[in-house]
């Protein structure tokens, strides 16, 4: 079964025909990774954090083209994409050294002479199921430490980022056993048997929920480590007194930025009753200002979304939803790719479609709420929880609502679209299954511990 990748501006660019995997495909990879994983294993941390580093200048000296073929492939404006592939070196060199840190402990022994010692030790063969959204990043910040800690790796990517890393594939093998990291491309026909594979230990997915509670079922039912990241509808909080223009500038670039195409853009405005309207004027500002053009085109800010399935379900929600549409909702006159003018659409209340799930495209809803305390209640009351912002001058009120709100990133007079590679990263209810990425969360992910006791 062949598949096809093509340029979301450019519809008839075709970027590349992949052959998917398939079962037969996921079988030979992991039996090629748990051969490799064999050997990886045995190399010392300073080899194997020698390779991120390596992996690390390969694409740092490969950073135009990689980025131009995001753009292409993704429809990534070219500013982000350039700092993607740059924020991908960095999680390389992260964990070249975080490898490098203590695999373990020792604890005092019921004899004085016996030692009791507490090590880390990798898990054998790695399945990384990551979306297309941001190709580079997200498959580094899962195969870096999967990679770093000892582990083989077999990646399979959204089908319509298969180019991208096929890439990083390349960079990666030139730095590592043969088949440690593999690639097998494909949709679902790759992705389950994958996930089911019996010798694959642990999986690690970001995608859709109704897809991530598949995988942790299945995964976990087989007895196999596995960590869900399923997205979001973010909320940006507006109170009272805090700086609207800065609040209005920062949460239309989160919310429409690259189309609204990360599962951390803000998918809803809360903005207190006192200041409602004043941000209001000046969020359809800030929104209305935003540059829809070419990717490619160093000045844009929005682009294209992936597909034109995923435009039409956003217009479908638009239409079937309700609510006032204040500015956009519409897709901009003379564009032959997938583009939708950034929406921003006034809701009544908190049971609106588009204040409960998740578009995932450039569309975001506002609300009115009667009081700060109000405006976290309706926060909460959606089903996901991944990230949220606060914008407020107040230092109590941010404190304590830094606690209150079912989010697994709180951001104050930040965008909730940002975060940091070296801390936890994931979500609460359903945006979030097992343990958190990144930071030395994922150490714990890709390794298990083993009690030692040395008596002599």
Known sequence: MTFKSVDPHDPSDIVGEFEAAGPEGVDRAVSRAREAFSEWRTQPASVRGGALAGIADDLAGSTEEVTRLVVREVGKPITEARAEVSRGISILRYYAQMVLAADGETFPAARSEDWLVVRRYPLGVCALLTPWNFPVAIPLWK????????????????????????????????????????????????????????????????????????????????????????????????????????????????????????????SRVIVEKSVYEDLRDRLVSAVEGMVVMDPEDESCEVGPLIEDGARASALDTLKNGGGRTLTGGTPPDGADGFYLEPTLVEVEGPDNPLAKEEVFAPVTALLKAESAEEAVRLANDVRYGLVAAVFTNDLRKAMTFAGNIEAGLVRINAATSGVDYHVPFGGTKESGLGSKEQGLAARDFYTETRTILISP
Do not use: W
């Not at 870096?144 to 000892?150: D, H, S, V």
């Not at 390349?170 to 690639?183: M, S, T």
């Open 143 to 266: 195969a870096a430490p999967a990679i770093g800690y000892g582990n083989a790796v077999v990646l399979k990517p959204a089908p319509a980022s298969t180019a991208v890393a096929e890439a990083l594939g390349g960079i990666l093998a030139k730095h590592l056993p043969e088949d440690a990291f593999q690639v097998v491309p494909g949709d679902a026909e790759t992705g389950e048997p994958l996930v089911n594979h019996p010798d694959v230990a642990a999986v690690s997915f970001t995608g859709s929920a109704k897809v991530g509670h598949i995988v942790a079922q299945q995964a976990a039912g087989r007895g196999a480590k596995v960590q869900c990241e399923m997205g979001g509808q973010n909320p940006s909080l507006v109170l009272a007194g805090a700086d609207l223009d800065a609040a209005a500038k920062t949460i239309a670039y989160a919310a429409m930025g690259y189309a609204g195409q990360k599962c951390t853009a803000t």
